[in-house]
């Protein structure tokens, strides 16, 4: 089966076994997207109007924000439709378009992260050297390099999948991911998997990286109670989003490269969207909870709004 005509299409499974309260799981759907959506873009023009929130832990704080509203808009628009629709099927050229996007979310987060554990390491390490590392032109640059560098890595893996004729159209996903398609080519595939092996290893070393500078994070954290404070109020955050994101992204491709087929759909789906559903809600409510600076600001501006309201 050839992939190159305009009407060739992808069926999306995902849906399958979903045949009662269809309206109550896209209410759900759509008020977690608007509330994602809404509660993200608050948070950014929070950082981005409040110049004594121009630091750069806040700033890369910002930039997850804004890959969490790339990632779930990815996903929650084509589901919802999908939830409406009584054929599952997307386009080839949508199917490679959100593929490309939703691993460029992928990359991004756990890059993103990566720097952020930099920058708490260097702040609670060597925090008189901070300022003179951390300038605002190595940050511009860091989030540029870490933009880049997902883009690229999603673009890459995009060019090696257009090239496989396709033997099938059936996906097993609530939306279009790369080994999924990959999945039904009729050729060798080992050049696909040597890269996806690539990008697993990858992403291992900068697992380790983010491991050791936790481990001088916490020893230097220790010594003093104002150091244990500084660790609870950054760096718990920083945690809490990085495990929770990294296991599931961990439980998603291991069950989709050497996971049985039949499985439980509804098991599937849920290692399927984790990490597209929960990280994007639940980095601006732990950020905004535990990052009292964000918090107050953010109060403060809502404040100032509702006064200007009242007095017009």
């Not at 009662?20 to 608007?34: A, P, Q, R, S, W």
């Not at 639940?282 to 600001?297: E, K």
Request: net charge positive; proline share 3%.
């Amino acid at each position: 089966m050839g992939n190159s005509s305009a009407e060739f299409t992808f069926v999306l499974h995902g849906l399958t076994d979903t045949k009662t309260n269809i309206h109550m799981y896209f209410g759900f759907g759509l008020v977690f997207y608007i509330v994602t959506v809404l509660v993200n873009l608050l948070l950014i023009m929070t950082v981005i109007l409040d110049k004594t929130l121009h630091e750069p832990m806040y700033l890369f704080i910002c930039s997850l924000f804004v890959n969490g509203i790339c990632g779930a808009s990815a996903f929650y628009p084509n589901i919802l439709a999908d939830l409406l629709s009584d054929t599952h099927v997307i386009s080839y050229t949508a199917c490679l378009t959100q593929m490309c996007v939703i691993y460029s979310y992928v990359l991004y987060e756990f890059t993103c992260l990566t720097v952020m554990a930099y920058d708490r390491y260097v702040a609670i390490c060597k925090p008189l050297e901070y300022l003179c590392i951390m300038t605002h032109q190595k940050v511009i640059k860091l989030l540029t390099c870490i933009c880049l560098f997902s883009i690229t890595e999603s673009l890459i893996g995009a060019a090696l999948t257009i090239r496989l004729p396709l033997c099938g159209n059936d996906i097993d996903k609530l939306y279009c991911s790369n080994w999924e398609v990959v999945k039904l080519s009729c050729t060798d595939v080992t050049v696909n998997n040597v890269y996806g092996y690539i990008l697993i290893f990858s992403h291992i070393s900068q697992g380790m990286f983010i491991i050791l500078s936790y481990i001088h994070i916490i020893r230097v954290s220790l010594q003093s109670k104002a150091g244990r404070v500084k660790f609870m109020q950054t760096c718990l955050p920083h945690l809490i989003t990085l495990m929770n994101f990294s296991v599931s992204i961990i439980f998603d491709v291991m069950y989709s490269r050497y996971g049985k087929s039949q499985g439980l759909q509804a098991m599937r789906n849920i290692l399927g969207i984790e990490y597209l559903v929960v990280p994007p809600l639940l980095n601006p409510i732990i950020y905004g909870i535990n990052l009292s600076h964000i918090r107050q600001q953010f109060l403060k501006m809502f404040r100032h709004k509702l006064e200007a309201v009242r007095q017009s």
